[in-house]
Structures are given as C-alpha cells and as structure tokens.
C-alpha cells in the first residue's frame, strides 16, 4: 500500500493503494466514480477511457503509481453540468441503448476532436476503433462527432 | 376508441401521501435518487404525492411519476413504456418522470425482457393503466365541479368542463382522484388521437449515460459492502477437485474464500437457471482488486465429470436432462453436425410428395450452412448485489427475468417468496444472457454465508467462458426447380448443439407444393440458452442465402422470386399453420424494393437482399456493398420494418441500426470454439465483435405505416441482415459464403 495525491476533475483526492491498482478501480472502488466502466479490463473495448492531460487512456491498465500529477479526467468532470459539446450531441442523437460504453465513447471522442476539431470519417474511425459498443450503436457515434465538431 | 376492462393487483392502490423526496409506496428507488440536471432536478418536485394506481403517482403540483415494469436491458422500453401509460393519461410529456418499478407481481404483468415482447405484451395493460387514471380525474373534478362527467374533457394534464368554464390541472385533484372508485371498463385511445405515442421521445436516462451517473448493477454499491468473485472450472465437462487457498487468503483486504453450490443437489431447475458449473469457489474481499489478485493466486485443481442428469421444468414441463461427460472439440462437433444432416432425421412438417417432386424437377440446388458457438458478451459483465439476513434477502442488480428468479433464489435459500426483493438496475446490456441468474443466486448465497452485503462481480472472462452460448447450428437446404423455374420441392434439415433452429411452419412453408421439414439435436456438455432472436438468429441467414442462390438456378430476380411465393402463400397456401402474414412480408418487400431503388441500383454497388419474419415483426433488407481498393466496404443498408405503430421512432431507428450492424459483426467476425473442453476465447483480444471503422457507411430505415397494434423491435433485425450480407458478398466477390464467420472463410471484408 502507498499514498498517492491525485488531481482528477480539477480536484485534490488521496488514496492509500498497492501502487499496482488500475486507476479504473482506484476511480470506481476507492474515489466513488463510478462513470468509467469496466468491461474488458485488458484494454481492449474502451469502455474504461479516461484521459490523462488531454489524452485519451484505458484506465483499467494504467497503474495509479505511473499517474503522478497528471490531470486526469473522468466523464463525471467532462463538463459541469453535462454540456460539453459531445454529450449535447450524444443527447441530440440519442445514441445509447444499453449506455454502457458511452462514457469511454464519449471521453474517446472528445479527446478525439480536442487534438483534431474537424475529423473525417475515416480519422473519427480510426480513432474510435478501440471502443466496443455491443448495442453496435456505431452509426450513430459517428454522427454525434459530426455534430460535435461543428456544434 | 376500444372499451377494456380494467385489472389491478391487490397492492396497486395502496394510499401513497406525503412521500416527497423520492420515498414512495413501491419501495425506495435507489436509482431515483442519482440527480444531475435531469428532470427530477428541473422540475419543482411536490410536496405531496397521490398514488392513482401502482403504475403512476401525480403530485400536488401536477408532476406524474410514471413506473416502467420491464428490465431494461437497450431496447429503450424504460422510455417507451411509460409513454404508452402517459398517452392514455392525457399529460405533457415534459411534466412526467420515470422510474423503474422493482419487481411487484401483485401490480406489474411479466417483468421481463426477452423474445422482443414488452410492448406488444404491454400494449393494452400500460394503457389501461393509464386510462384508469385520466377516468378517476375525470370523476374527481366532475364531482368537484357538480357536473356530468361526460362533459369533463382532459388536455396535457389539465381536466377542464367548456360549458362551465372550469378548468383544473392533475395535481389539484390528485388527491380526490385517489379517492375516487376504480372504474370496470375504461376508453382507450383511438390511435389516430395519439399525442405522445409516434412521437420521438429521447432515453429518459440520456443525461445520467452521459454524465456517468450511477445506474447499472456494477454502480451499485452499500455501506459495508464487500466484493465477491467466483472461479469456475476453466473447462466444459470438468468439476472442482480441490483447493489450496492459503496464498489467497493471505492477501491484502480477503476477507473470506470458500465453495458454494450455485443450485442444491435434487433441485429442479427452471429454464433460466441453466448454469454448466454447479460448484464455485468463492473469494471475498474489500475490493475490486484486491479481490481479483487474490483470486489469480488460488491454486485450483479440476477433473472430469461423469454423464449426469438433472431435472428441468422446461417450457414443455418437467424433464430430465443428461448432461454428457467428455471433453468437447469444435472439429468434433462439426464432424458430428454434418453426419448427422446428411441422414434423415425427426419428421415435423412434410406437404405433397417431396421425393417425387425432386425426381421430376429440372434442376436440384443444395446447400449445406453453418455457424459457431456465441457468447453474448454484455459489455456490462455479470454481477449482482446482494444482502441476505435470516428472514429476508434483497438483491439489486442487472437481470431480464426478475420474476423467475425470485422463485429460484427464495427455493434456495429457504426464504417464502414475499421475504425475496429484486430491484433491477439498467442493464449494460442482455441478448439473452440476463435471462440465466445464476449469478443473482451466487450473490445471494454468498451473501448469506458473509452475513453482510456482498456485490458479485464477474470479470470478462468468468463472464465469456461461463457458457450459456447460442448453440452451434448446421442445416442442409434442397430445393427443386421445374423447366420454368418454379420451386416445386423445398427441404430443409438441421440441428445444433443441442438446439434446433428449424421451424417447420416458418416460410417458405405454405408456398410450396412439396415440403419437408426435419430436425436432429446433438447433446454437448456445453451449456446454451436464448441469444438475441434465439432460433432465428442463424437460420434466417441461411434461408435467405439459399433462396437467393436459387432465384439464381431459376434465372429470376431475387425479390421478384420471393414476391411470386408470397402471392402463392396468400392465394392458395399449402398446408396448415403457416406461421406469417405473406402479405405483410410481401409488404416489408415491396416497400424495400422501392425505398432502395431496386431497379436501378447506383453503378459500382453490389447488393443483396433478405426478408424474414421472426418475433412477430417482418423486415425486408438490402444491403450495398462497394469495392474500394480491392477491399469490399458495407456502403448503405436500406431497411424497411412493419412491427405495426412505431411508439418511439427515434429509438425504434436506433434499435433496427443496432440489430442489424450486431448481425453483420457476429456473422463476420465472431465465434467461440472449444479445445478440450475449454473455450479458445476468454477476452475481446481473441473474441472479435464489430467496431467502428467496420460498420455500414449509411443506414435507411422505413416504417411501414399501419394501425396494427405494436410488436418488438429487439431481435427480428439480426437474423436477415445475415443473408443481405452474404447475398451481397457473392455478387461482390463471385463467391458464396456457407459457413460463419465469413472471415473464417476468406478476408472478405475490408
């Protein structure tokens, strides 16, 4: 076990973990956010995505000892109230069904359109090609970044 | 407008006042209480809340709490059904929040999701229940008025009387209403007065998805909580042998580990406790990881099972199944499939003279399909909450037959039913994996043992090598054709591990003079269970790929070859129970025709086409691909549906898009396969689903318009897509494809 301070959605928290600890489960057992999911927990869905700085990672195998004082951002800190232009266009298309990987959709695509504000079809695939919707929503995803893009 | 008679439970109308604050007579909704910007954080919640009747509540200020009944699992029926309740009650949207009901048997009808049937099942009971209300306000202001309760009229949650003048909202006579007696028979809606129903309405959860509120099972969480996981043998046909847990149990934050048997031995199964893996060892402890570590460090050791068997009450009533010993292949089972299609097998259905007809035909055409072992793969994995006491046990969690399950858990732990409370969180997903709760009766039974709350969490792989797989399928089509390329004998035989996926009485059955219809099962120690359009889910692929290769042998247009069988069906059809409408196929058909151009499809696209009629709603599809760098590409899917009135289009789209991408995916990409019993996929690096870059470019959905009361939309557009598929891959590529996945055959799609 180790102490580790975090700054995550622009706030100061302290856990005391094995520094081996997925930061998935530090964020969802130890911290209460419960918006990044599990799902594959080998990074291979997206479904657990957070990011770190501006970048979008897989938090199920990012070990809470290689965070050190990065920002990280969780769908709970994306906006304050919802209103990032992604989530206004996921609502605006009504993309989810089951809803369950939207939130590693969601943090994928804005990190997608924060380093590339107006991506082609084949970037927005090729950069959300590592997230998994099993409702196969993926018609719809697409044209939420569209609107995203030129909200 | 239709006259029914009410029914209500004997809870439903239990006195509900001074619940505000989200307390209410139908439990304390955990759910209810996740608020970010969403209604019940916009709207000024009252003071006071009336309960009219167990599905809907109206506070003082005229805000309607609508209760959805059913498990929802994507199919969007946590929306759409409240609004068939709202419809009848004659309220604004904008003034209606929803929950979702635990299970209560004594007020909800079938609380369950599964065989794409809430809403045609729910159609008149959410209404009446509706209707019941908006009656009791009627009675209510019109005795407050002293007026004749005809002359009560109600608008968007307000009661008004024209002649007097008077008007009222909901909430001012909420109370009255609650008090007024509950009517015999109540007037339901003529469809062409829908206000809500036909309207898009948006996920009533939308904003909580978005912002990463708590709302499913794996959210779920208690004071006191401890985390629970299980170890199943690695294995099909393989038990536990023994233990060593002193490494586990030495770890950091475990609190317990031990065994447990899922089921008690003698127990009789019912059809959702399918479960290949009886006894479990457990590991409990503080934490998620904690717990997953300690379960890495169990030193387990398995042996093979004898042959055994087990009492099933199946749908068909009581049976006893035999579970086979042994060590599975898939070449095995594969080998064993062909033998068994290739000779004759259990007679269902023969028309005419079958054998006669093939002798004289002109031309024979067979073709032998198949497909593999899937496993359902939920992104959310099993899991469960559960807290067990000596008298009562409450469970919370992800689960599509709450009502079944309630029996099994109170049988096994030795509870009456009353004293077993399910509350259902959304669900991460179902395709039929949520029907099979072992896992609730895990969490359960490990709870007990703890005496303390306990969540049940499966990793990916428990949850993907767990079984309950669709069964592998096999099937041998022949048709006949004449000298004018007529069918005159068709033949089908097929099987699987160990289900069947023939239906005798599905088309083209009654369109043909001579038919035969046969079926073999082949038993495997592998277990298997519903996976979305369970039975329909392969066949109807295959059905469609062969007709189309015999609209070929006949020299005919695809459409126009099926259109003239349909006509035969409704003009002289063969035999007895055909099982489909041929004019609402013909319809999907016609309607899909025209919608895509059919005639004059764009240069440089190649399409297929597929129709079929499963779940109770008919879908016809053409699918264009198009070759680009010599990689061949899903361009456009034109869709058109007819489940009767569409109740919320914007989600009844997303469901037809999502079914029929998941159906392209499975079809190219995905399998589980068996070495020795054990599975060969345990995770997404070797299970492959669909992702992104290869889904359809475009997608057009039509509705066909009709006043003909709803039916689902959560299976009947996976299995065809299938054959559109495969059809238009051979025109794409001059080849055929028999045997899923594609990509097993050839790299086909780029």
């Known amino acids: ?29 130890h911290l209460n956010l419960v918006g990044t999911k599990y799902s594959c927990g080998i990074a291979q869905c997206g479904t657990c995505t957070i990011h770190l700085g501006d970048v979008a990672m897989r938090s199920c195998m990012l070990p809470v000892s290689q965070v050190g004082n990065q920002a990280i951002t969780t769908i709970e800190g994306l906006s304050e109230s919802g209103d990032h232009p992604v989530q206004k266009a996921w609502l605006e298309h009504d993309v989810a069904q089951c809803g369950y990987c939207q939130s590693g959709q969601i943090m994928n695509a804005a990190a997608l359109l924060k380093a590339n504000p107006n991506p082609g079809d084949a970037e927005i695939e090729a950069a959300m090609n590592g997230n998994i919707c099993r409702c196969a929503t993926y018609v719809r995803i697409k044209a939420a970044i569209k609107t995203a893009a030129n909200g | 407008m239709s006259l029914i008679k009410t029914h209500f439970g004997r809870r439903s109308f239990i006195k509900t006042t001074a619940l505000a604050g989200g307390g209410m007579v139908l439990g304390i909704s955990w759910l209810a209480a996740c608020k970010s910007g969403t209604k019940e954080e916009m709207l000024a919640m009252p003071k006071e809340w009336f309960n009219i009747n167990g599905f809907l509540k109206i506070g003082e200020n005229g805000v309607v709490t609508i209760m959805s009944p059913n498990p929802e699992i994507g199919q969007n029926v946590k929306t759409s059904m409240p609004m068939l309740v709202a419809e009848e009650l004659d309220v604004d949207w904008k003034m209606v ?94 469809p062409k007065d829908f206000k809500i129903i036909g309207q898009s309405k948006k996920n009533v959860d939308g904003l909580k998805i978005v912002t990463g509120q708590p709302l499913y099972g794996l959210d779920y969480r208690r004071d006191g909580m401890l985390i629970a996981m299980i170890a199943h043998p690695p294995t099909f046909g393989m038990k536990l042998k023994s233990v060593d847990d002193s490494a586990a149990k030495a770890m950091p934050g475990i609190k317990d580990v031990f065994t447990i048997n899922v089921y008690n031995e003698g127990y009789e199964k019912q059809w959702c406790d399918t479960e290949a893996f ?108 559960a807290h067990v006491t000596a008298d009562k046990a409450e469970l919370v969690g992800p689960i599509q037959t709450p009502e079944f399950m309630e029996k099994t858990v109170a049988a096994r732990l030795g509870l009456p039913l009353e004293k077993v409370d399910i509350q259902m969180t959304r669900q991460g997903g179902g ?38 797989y669709r069964p ?69 692929g295959a059905e469609q790929s062969f007709l189309d290769e015999v609209a070929e042998a006949a020299g005919k247009d695809p459409i126009e070859f099926r259109l003239a069988l349909f006509d035969k069906a409704m003009k002289s059809p063969v035999g007895k129970d055909n099982d489909y409408d041929a004019a609402r196929y013909a319809g999907v058909l016609k309607e899909v025709k025209e919608k895509s151009g059919w005639a004059n499809p764009p240069a440089n696209v190649h399409r297929g086409v597929s129709a079929y009629y499963c779940h109770d709603s008919y879908v016809a599809q053409v699918l264009d691909i198009v070759v680009v760098d010599g990689k061949t590409v899903i361009q456009k899917i034109h869709c058109a549906v007819d489940c009767g009135i569409v109740v919320n289009p914007i989600a009844a789209t997303n469901l037809v898009e999502g079914g029929m991408v998941d159906g392209i995916g499975h079809a190219l990409y995905s399998a589980m396969t068996f070495k020795d019993g054990t599975p060969e996929q345990s995770n997404f690096d070797k ?64």
Do not use: C
């Open chain 2, 278 to 385: 009886n006894e479990k060892v457990v590991v409990v402890g503080n934490t998620t990881w904690e717990v997953m570590q300690a379960k890495k460090a169990l030193k387990l050791e398995w042996e093979p099972f004898t042959a055994f068997s087990e009492n099933v009450q199946g749908w068909g009533g009581p049976q006893k199944v035999t579970v086979p010993a042994g060590l599975e292949n898939t070449n095995d089972h594969q080998s064993k499939m062909a033998d068994l299609t290739a000779k004759p097998a259990n007679l269902l259905r023969k028309d005419g003279d079958p054998e006669a007809a093939f002798k004289r035909a002109a031309k024979v055409v067979e073709r032998t399909y198949s497909a593999p072992f899937l496993a359902h793969n939920t992104m959310e994995p099993m899991n469960f909450f």
């Open chain 2, 687 to 750: 299970y492959r689903l669909i992702r992104h870059s290869e889904a359809p470019k475009a997608i057009d959905v039509h509705f066909v318009q009709n006043g003909i009361d709803p039916t689902g939309l959560g299976e009947p557009l996976n299995p065809p897509i299938i054959g559109a598929l495969a059809n238009a891959l051979y025109k794409a590529t001059g080849k055929r494809v028999y045997r899923q996945p594609f990509l097993g055959e050839k790299a086909m799609l780029g």
């Open chain 2, 431 to 468: 395709f039929g994996r949520r029907l099979y709760g072992h896992f609730l009766v895990e969490a359960a039974v490990i709870s007990q043992k703890m005496n303390t709350p306990v969540k049940l969490v499966y990793t990916r792989e428990d949850d993907m090598t767990a079984g309950v």
């Open chain 2, 97 to 190: 929040i929803v929950e979702q009901a635990p299970l209560n048997t004594d007020i909800f009808q079938r609380q369950l999701a599964g065989g794409s049937q809430s809403i045609r099942e729910a159609w008149k009971p959410l209404r009446m229940a509706g209707a019941t209300a908006r009656h009791m306000l009627k009675e209510a202001a019109a005795q407050a008025w002293q007026v004749p309760v005809d002359e009560v009229t109600t608008e968007a949650g307000v009661l008004k009387h024209e002649k007097s003048g008077k008007s009222a909202g909901y909430g001012e006579l909420a109370s009255a209403a609650a008090k007024v007696a509950v009517p015999k028979e109540v007037k339901l809606k003529d």
């Open chain 2, 472 to 540: 592998a399928y096999h099937v041998t089509y022949r048709a006949g054709l004449d000298a004018e390329g007529n069918l005159i004998a068709f033949h089908i035989r097929g099987g699987g591990t160990s289900d069947s996926p023939v239906h005798a009485n599905r088309f083209p059955a009654g369109a043909v003079d001579n038919y035969l219809a046969e079926e073999w099962r082949l038993d495997t120690n592998i277990s298997t269970g519903a996976w979305r359009a369970p039975g329909s889910n392969f066949i109807a």
């Open chain 1, 1 to 29: 076990m180790a102490i580790f301070n975090l700054n995550i959605n622009g706030k100061k928290q302290q856990v005391d973990v094995d520094p081996a600890t997925p930061m998935l489960w530090v964020l969802r057992d």
